[in-house]
């Protein structure tokens, strides 16, 4: 509402960015996803992975266009490309563990962990037939059963798994920055 | 692992700095709460509260002992966001329709999230650009400390009480709150109280967001004039 005329033109297109309105699209499906998630499944898995499309999409859109921008990196959560211009960061990612070399350095392995994450989540949501089931004997049965499915759980837990370690080693690394940080400053007055 | 024997004391004695230690207690005492939080909720109140009280503490003890620290700030912030996530969690398993509670941890999040990240992405420079919004609720919850400080303690009431009067696993959220509000108890006066202070709250994280995502927008123009 303030007076801006010409940044205003070119805040309004930033917000009109294709990969930002694939964002837009996104939150749309999430939201009638999870609005429809206990009548409808299957309708939800299947909004839940064209989510998942759009947001592998708006990063390809992002850069066949040119489009990318900090609002919409934060929109997706994809931080982690701003972050690195930070100084400390490099420090940090000196890290000697082979898996946060390993995840960080080989974008493959990443994206499975991620997304074996969201397959082992949607995959429990449907494989569930009430609202009390015991976590442990779901997976187990299911494991048991030597089915493609057994295959898909075993693979996805894996990769969860592997995820959550990095997670730790992530909330470390990071509190390490935020530390690294004080001191760096506390030396350049 | 890496060889950095002056950094790291200094290191060391941050993570040992006494708000934060307050800080880790925190995180036990939230734990501990959602652990016994449907066996006991009057421990889980209790508990909760604690972790409320040791929030404003810290803050108290970083002042007093100049302890202040980023990690210290980013601990507060992750520790609030998860306990309130976690307690919005269970409420949506306690009330119908769960959408209510999953779309308050949505906001939430997002609202949080956004600010946090354009904070430090942006930096202060566009910040004071920013805050000279025309919103005039905008104004008054960042320039009063108190109406702040009455809408944040408003929603963790809120949350706190619809807990403790459900009954059961499948309570209709409306009738609760219309049945409590009819009672003209002391409970319903705070009901009253806190649903203002936290439908406030959520006005101000709509704003929130649209502040954040504008600052990001003048971020990345900033830095196009400045090659």
Known sequence: MANKPKPRSRQLSVYLYIPNIIGYIRIL?????????FSSKRLFAVLYFLSFVC???????????????????????????????KASHKDV???????????????????FCCVACEVLYITLFLIAKNHTENLM????????????????????????SIK???????????????VLYDTEKKQKP
């Open 29 to 37: 499906l999430n939201c009638y996803a999870f609005a429809r998630c």
């Open 137 to 160: 004997d779901v997976i187990v049965t299911t494991l048991k059963q030597g089915s493609p499915l057994s295959f898909l759980v075993a693979l996805s837990l894996l990769g969860c």
């Open 93 to 111: 990612k000196d890290s000697s563990s082979w898996l946060f070399k390993l995840y960080y350095g080989n974008r493959m392995f990443m994206g």
């Open 164 to 178: 959550q370690v990095i997670n730790f080693i992530q909330m470390k690394t990071a509190a390490d920055a935020c």
């Open 55 to 85: 947001d592998a999409l708006d990063g390809w859109c992002a850069r066949k266009f040119n489009q990318a921008s900090t609002f919409g990196a934060v929109l997706d959560m994809m931080y982690s490309t701003f972050l690195v211009g």
